[in-house]
């Protein structure tokens, strides 16, 4: 089993910046994956990042260039920088973990983007 607690939300105006931060505890050999999804209210959750155990980084065409995705291996830890934000971004954000092709999710961080 793989624990992922989950940081760095909140409320910020729109353009500001935010980071978020997923921390991952318990059995973590073999996570092939980490990332990060979106969900906001009445619609359907959505990738946003995912990085890769090598590094590989995929990011949802509407954040290119604005989002990073990043991870501290020694930390077990995933961050996912968001600037430029905008108010149709305001969502709960869920961290991802994919180990053996078992999908984890943390419990999701509020987002709340002010126009």
């Known amino acids: 089993q793989v624990q992922l607690v989950e940081s760095g939300g909140g409320l910020v105006q729109a353009g500001g910046s935010l980071r978020v931060s997923c921390a991952a505890s318990?059995?973590?050999?073999?996570?092939?994956?980490m990332g990060w999804y979106r969900q906001a209210p009445g619609k359907q959750r959505e990738l946003v990042a995912v990085?890769?155990?090598?590094?590989?980084?995929t990011y949802a065409n509407s954040v290119k260039g604005r989002f990073t995705i990043s991870k501290d291996n020694a930390k077990n830890t995933v961050y996912l920088q968001m600037n430029s934000l905008k108010p149709e971004e305001t969502a709960v954000y869920y961290c991802?973990?994919?180990?053996?092709?078992?999908?984890?999710w943390g419990q999701g961080t509020q987002v709340t983007v002010s126009s």
């Open positions: 318990g059995s973590i050999l073999g996570i092939n994956t």
């Open positions: 991802n973990v994919n180990q053996y092709g078992k999908h984890y």
């Open positions: 990085i890769t155990s090598g590094g590989t980084a």
